[in-house]
């Protein structure tokens, strides 16, 4: 148990390599560029949300965002450059782990199963396109950021696998997006079905940008866990994912 | 198709929207036969309900006839006559498992909107705001009913539309207000309230074996209706002090049991009522509990205090020491429909209750925006009007 526990904390901290940059020109590391794209993405995405109600803060997320997405897919961040930051080779970069619980009303076997089978993810992970599994270690994943702005594919290895109680991933060295997780399951007392657990850990951009950059950007981030880890709920136990997107309104159709 | 848009507060208005279709395998579309107002709907018209949106299609209270089914629909084909309950379920979370349908883990659609609300996310509602879940209501010609194997309920033979129709929202909810109550042989029943969902709570504390019920109001038609078709005795709140005839005539103990079916729009006569409608205006406080104080205060030692009222977030002097010295118990929720609605179909087939009688308007939909301001206002001693579309 100690062994695999030390292993399983090398591999989620991240700390047994460094991310991998594969970008010659570019002043952004690849972690902070695909947690740019996304968060630049959500962050327009509610920052027009709060614009259609009229918010004057509105705007300012809107533009934020836009200026994220920028940062993200090409690579290149103008303020960086203003500051002679350059966070894409040795930034000695932050971990922040993000931790969500959902109790599940179903048994610990059928929860675990319906995850390890890493195929079924994608229908409950809302940005990821596809996961293929390689063997049984390795996975190769596609993900598609909101609003088709970014897709990445990148490949995945278990660190762990303890059927019915726990399951730890991290990305390859050298993958495109750098992140490691883990998913704990535990019977929940009282016969109330399985407490799933997620962890996931991924490495902010260093220096203060990074972290005004990990601190704006982190509620988003862990706003997707938690949908995420919500939607899976919804599919174990009704069957299917709760949606008023394409129902009728007075403004036509509803996008959710 | 048409449907009865909110527009802003007190502004409704019957507009031209897309017709639903399936979306999810478990969904069945029902043409709307009857859709009927609710006081709830009163607190989103007078815009005590944050989360509406421009274009929100209201009603929540309704039967119909299948048109469609999903692929997952088990228990309903097209042409089905159903009731729809107005709360949303699952049926595979916790909550669902265990007959407490409004609390769905799963059926609100914005359950990060809800929980940051109110800490855990409650059931789905058709057509009661987007922290309820944003779905669209029944004042269309067509709805589309999520999890309708758990919602719908096929109407008997027999059993006429008029009647099946209450048995969506307002008999639920006074059933449960009555059941929440504990209700022992031979107790008092005061009832706050002679609405459609008062009137319901009347009939079903006698069914669970009340001996007398006390009703509360100042409309005198929806009281003389609490005498006729509940058998309660009335008390007009502009007529007399309610806490010294409540204690008059129960010996001086007081009543059991407490039900309020008033919720957060309470009417008072005198300053109470100013003070708090200008804290409610100015958001020093959301809802006016009126209601709820003189409960408090009227309830004997040791009684129960039912709120199906709708309250939606903070209350100003609240007698928390008189409850507490007092020993009341409180129970309170939104409706779980499913739970009883197979019952109450029952009570009606049989003949025990006919709910018809809070119909007191039948119009088309188009008049959609005016019956709402007759319900609001009381006038043409409307208790329901019910929308046919
Ligand atoms: N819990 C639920 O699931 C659920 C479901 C449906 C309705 N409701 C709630 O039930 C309440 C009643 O609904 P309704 O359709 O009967 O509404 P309604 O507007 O027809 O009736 C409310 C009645 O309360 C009376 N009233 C106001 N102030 C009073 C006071 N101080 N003392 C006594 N009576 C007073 C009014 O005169 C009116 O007759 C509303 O708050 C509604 O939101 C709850
Ligand atoms: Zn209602
Ligand atoms: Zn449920």
């Known amino acids: 148990m100690a062994t695999k526990k030390s292993h399983v904390a090398a591999g989620l901290y991240g700390d047994a390599h460094t991310p991998a940059t594969g970008f010659a020109n570019v002043n952004v590391g690849t972690t902070e560029r ?24 509105g705007l300012g997320l809107a533009a934020l965002g836009t200026c994220l997405i920028l940062r993200g897919a090409s690579g290149y961040c103008p303020v960086n450059q203003l ?10 970069s932050k971990a922040i782990k993000i931790v969500q619980t959902f109790t599940i009303n179903r048994p610990v076997a059928e929860v675990y199963g319906f995850w390890r089978r890493l195929e079924n993810l994608p229908q409950f992970m809302q940005h990821i396109e596809s996961v293929e599994q390689l063997d049984e270690r390795r996975s190769h994943w596609k993900a598609n950021i909101p609003g088709g702005l970014l897709n990445v594919e ?26 490691a997780g883990e998913v704990r399951f535990l019977e929940a007392p009282g016969d109330k079905g399985t407490e799933v657990q997620a962890v996931i850990h991924y490495r902010a951009p260093a220096g203060a ?38 129902q009728p309104s007075g403004r036509g159709r509803d996008k959710g | 198709m048409k449907a009865l848009c909110w527009v802003g507060t007190n502004h409704l208005n019957v507009e031209k929207v897309p017709d639903p279709e399936i979306i999810n395998p478990r969904d069945a579309i029902v043409r709307v036969v009857l859709s009927s107002v609710c006081g709830s709907d009163l607190h989103l018209l007078d815009g005590y309900v944050p989360s509406m949106r421009e274009g929100d299609i209201i009603g929540h209270e309704f039967m119909g006839e ?3 089914v999903g692929r997952e629909v088990k228990k309903f084909r097209k ?14 979370c916790w909550f669902c498992e265990n007959q407490a349908w409004s609390h769905c883990d799963n059926s609100n659609a914005h359950a990060a909107l809800a929980e940051k609300a109110y800490g855990y996310p409650t059931a789905g509602i058709f057509g009661y705001s987007h922290a309820f879940g944003g779905y669209a209501g029944s004042h269309a010609d067509f709805i589309r009913v999520p999890f309708a194997d758990n919602g719908m309920f096929k109407i008997p033979e027999g059993v006429k539309d008029e009647a099946a129709l209450f048995v969506s929202d307002a008999f639920p909810t006074g059933f449960m207000a009555a059941d929440m109550a504990d209700i022992a042989p031979g107790d008092v029943v005061a009832v706050w309230g002679c609405g459609g969902v008062g009137q319901m709570a009347i009939r079903s504390a006698f069914l669970l074996g009340a001996s007398r019920v006390i009703a509360i109001d100042r409309f005198p038609e929806r009281l003389a209706m609490a005498r006729t078709h509940g058998r309660a005795e009335t008390l007009n709140y502009e007529e007399v002090d309610i806490l010294e005839a409540l204690k008059e005539m129960t010996g001086g103990r007081g009543p059991d049991r407490c039900i309020d079916a008033v919720g957060m729009e309470a009417h008072t006569p005198g300053l109470e009522h100013y003070y708090d409608l200008i804290k409610q205006q100015i958001k020093l406080e959301t809802d006016r509990p009126a209601v709820l104080r003189q409960a408090i205060m009227a309830c004997r030692k040791g009684g129960t205090l039912s709120i199906v009222g709708v309250y939606g977030g903070f209350i100003d002097k609240f007698p928390m020491g008189a409850a507490m010295n007092k020993g009341l118990t409180f129970k309170m929720g939104q409706m ?28 088309p939909l188009e008049r959609g925006a ?20």
Not at chain 1, 83 to 92: I, K, L, T
Not at chain 2, 373 to 380: A, L, V, Y
């Open chain 1, 34 to 57: 695909i947690i740019s794209a996304a968060g630049g993405a959500l962050l327009t995405y509610y920052g027009l949300r709060e614009r259609q109600a009229s918010k004057p803060l």
């Open chain 1, 83 to 92: 500051v002679g930051r350059d966070s894409a080779q040795h930034s000695p």
């Open chain 1, 154 to 179: 990148w490949e995945a290895e278990i660190v762990n696998d303890e059927p019915n109680l726990l399951l730890a991933w991290q990305s390859l060295p050298g993958s495109e997006v750098d992140n």
């Open chain 1, 209 to 246: 940008l990074g972290h005004g950059v990990a601190q704006l950007l982190n509620p988003a981030l862990e706003e997707m866990v938690r949908s995420d880890l919500r939607r899976f709920k919804q599919l174990m136990e009704a069957g299917e994912i709760t949606t008023i997107a394409g």
């Open chain 2, 336 to 363: 779980h429909a499913q739970k009883y609605m197979p019952r109450l179909l029952d009570y009606v087939q049989n003949g025990d209750v006919d709910p018809a009688y809070i119909l007191t308007h039948r119009w």
């Open chain 2, 79 to 92: 042409g089905d006559r159903v009731v729809v309950g107005s709360v949303l379920g699952c049926g595979g």
């Open chain 2, 66 to 68: 299948v048109v469609e």
């Open chain 2, 370 to 389: 005016e019956g709402y301001q007759m319900f609001k206002q009381k006038t043409d001693e409307c208790v329901r009007v019910v929308f046919a579309p």
